[in-house]
């Protein structure tokens, strides 16, 4: 079974700085997609970015870019620029190929914004 | 569009109550999921579907039944209600076709549910 690994339980950052948050997985597929969601206090889950494997190039959103390491199994999380907006817990989360199967997610890190 | 709604937002039960948590969507998305959110962890899968009439178990399936009668709904039950069973319940939905963004999930706002 594919298990998902985020070793920061809580991480800080300086407004206007940048943090990166870790994730690693382990899976035996070759086909399977890589997501970050966040999670604010409103407990609503939202889509950060999104990473296909069959991809080499790393994924982009705005100030949210990944790096993806599949031959170690890596995904982690670099936000540029951190907003207060940007406070909330974070899950890295693994879903395979073939769209049957549902998400398997990390426990998540608490991302907190120092002004 | 709603996207993916849950009703109640908020519940509390006593101990071997039976409820319903209901969850729609009108994206028309094949596969619907249900998850838990226990403090300290991340969502857990309870029980999933890849369309109507057809569903499965996910990872902590124990206690709770689903059906899927129609592709925009997608019910969980509990029948006799535990503390253990004291949770953020979370419904999910996504297309089955590759495409773009065709394996993100989108999620319904939960349904935080208390277990006395």
């Known amino acids: 079974a594919q298990t998902v690994t985020q070793s920061q339980p809580e991480m800080s950052v300086q407004e206007a700085e940048t943090v990166t948050l870790s994730c690693t997985y382990d899976?035996?597929?070759?086909?399977?997609?890589l997501f970050w969601y966040k999670q604010p206090p409103s407990r609503q889950m939202i889509l950060v970015i999104r990473?296909?494997?069959?991809?080499?190039q790393n994924a982009t959103e705005n100030r949210f870019s990944v790096n993806f390491q599949k031959a170690a199994k890596s995904f982690s999380l670099k936000i540029s620029d951190s907003q207060l907006g940007d406070a909330a817990m974070y899950f890295c989360?693994?879903?395979?190929?073939?769209?049957?199967?549902?998400?398997?997610f990390g426990k998540g890190t608490h991302l907190i914004i120092q002004p | 569009n709603a996207g993916v709604t849950q009703t109640p937002k908020f519940q509390v039960l006593k101990t071997g109550q039976s409820m319903t948590l209901q969850c729609a969507q009108d994206?028309?998305?094949?596969?619907m999921s249900w998850y838990r959110q226990d403090p300290g962890m991340g969502l857990r899968l309870i029980h999933y579907?890849?369309?109507?009439?057809?569903?499965d178990q996910g990872e902590v399936p124990n206690g709770y039944n689903v059906s899927r009668s129609t592709t925009e709904d997608f019910p969980l039950r509990l029948l006799s209600a535990a503390p253990s069973q004291t949770s953020v319940y979370f419904c999910?939905?996504?297309?089955?076709?590759?495409?773009?963004?065709?394996?993100?999930?989108?999620f319904g706002p939960g349904t935080r549910l208390t277990v006395t």
């Open positions: 999910a939905s996504s297309p089955l076709l590759r495409g773009l963004g065709s394996y993100e999930q989108y």
């Open positions: 899976t035996s597929e070759s086909d399977y997609y």
């Open positions: 990473q296909e494997a069959y991809k080499q």
């Open positions: 989360a693994y879903r395979a190929g073939g769209g049957a199967d549902g998400l398997t």
């Open positions: 994206m028309n998305h094949e596969y």
């Open positions: 579907s890849v369309g109507a009439g057809i569903t």
